[in-house]
């Protein structure tokens, strides 16, 4: 949806979504995904053991002394040079920055010393200049769009997609916050709740903005793409990524969410307003209660403006309107461009979110009551009056 038409209607509180898959060649981010599982792997050799980017604080020292075998000294500096340390000591042994970056090339970014072999190494194949050229226009157009949103105050969220896209569409996302949510959440993130690591992830990039002093934005979801996700790993031989069962799935985006409440209570308590913003999006009755609940339970007021709703178009208005009509911000998603265009993805979120449909018959069943009801009652063109005010 342009910006144009959502900030005019929505007083700096529009939100357009993107795709990622749709502004480049997906191979790429297919490419740096498995780049970024490579260094995730590569890290956890290097620091030793398991556990998350938090808990690795190696000493500069104790680093070198890992590397003395490395035979291309010059290489290893400059690989060494390129280590950061943040506030708390966590170790970064990757510039990611140097993704959104248009002078890094990504087949430097990922090059680096090889414990068992003494060499420097690729953690990324090679890259030619031709896809180096085209991940960085993809990269581009992404800034193009952030910036015109900023300047237009809307926000925008990425979707997410399949998992082995997925880390390279975080990561990216992940730059685009600290590079642009310094005064606000101008930039929202995906979280997909079936996944098992859906809370971990979150975790982990809440802590990220904090220490970076970043707004962070989410929009939680449950996940659209269940049955390829399972056919594809059992396809490929390597474990469902996915929650076992639907109950899985929502104690994850359960958990998720509180987690998120209570950080968002924390800063509240500090005078921090707005550093996290999250959107629940989920045509899930009990799911949508569970956060109205839970908002209540931690004091997050509707007018504080962290929390939204989201439904897609023609899906769910009955969650929709009275949640708008109750204060509380709530949308809903419309997918925009010319028909041609858009009906293949309307066909294909059809099809992924088969389970959303039988919750059509539910709405129809209560457009007809309603109908019934305002003939019974002589109310035909009635309006529902709510204190909803889109600021
Ligand atoms: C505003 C909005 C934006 C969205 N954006 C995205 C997006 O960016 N990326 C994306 O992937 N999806 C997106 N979705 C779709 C979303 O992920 C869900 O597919 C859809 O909303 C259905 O989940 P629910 O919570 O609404 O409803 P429900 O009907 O309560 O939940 C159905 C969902 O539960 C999960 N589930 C069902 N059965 C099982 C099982 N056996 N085991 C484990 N889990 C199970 C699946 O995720 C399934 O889609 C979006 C949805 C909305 C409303």
Redesign the pocket.
Known sequence: MPFSLITGATYGTGIT?I?LTALGRPQLLLQLSEVIMRARNYMTEIVGGEGNVLSHHLKHEDLEAKFAKIQDKESLRKFLKQVTYDKQGVLHLFPWSGIIDDNQELSTTFRVPDLKSGRMIRLITQLSTKEEEMFKNMIRRVNTIVKAAQDMDVRI?????QTYFQPAITRITLEFMRKYNKEKAIVFN?Y???LRNALSEVTTDLEQAKRQNFFFGA?L??????EQERARAAAMGYPDP?????????DM?HGTLTECLKRIKAFKEKGEDKKIAI?V????E??VRFAIEKMKEFGIEPSDKVICF???LA??DYITFPLGQSGYSA???IPYGPVNEVLPYLSR?AH??K??L??IKKEKRLLFKEIVRRLATGQIWYTPKGSYVPV
């Open positions: 979504a795709k969220m990425v979707d997410a997609e995906t997909q709740c079936y929009k979801v449950r996940g659209a793409y269940l996915t929650n076992p069962d639907f109950d899985a799935t929502t985006y959107m999006a989920s045509h899930n009990d799911t989201g439904q897609l899906m769910c949308y809903k998603y979120r992924e979110n389970g959303v039988k919750k």
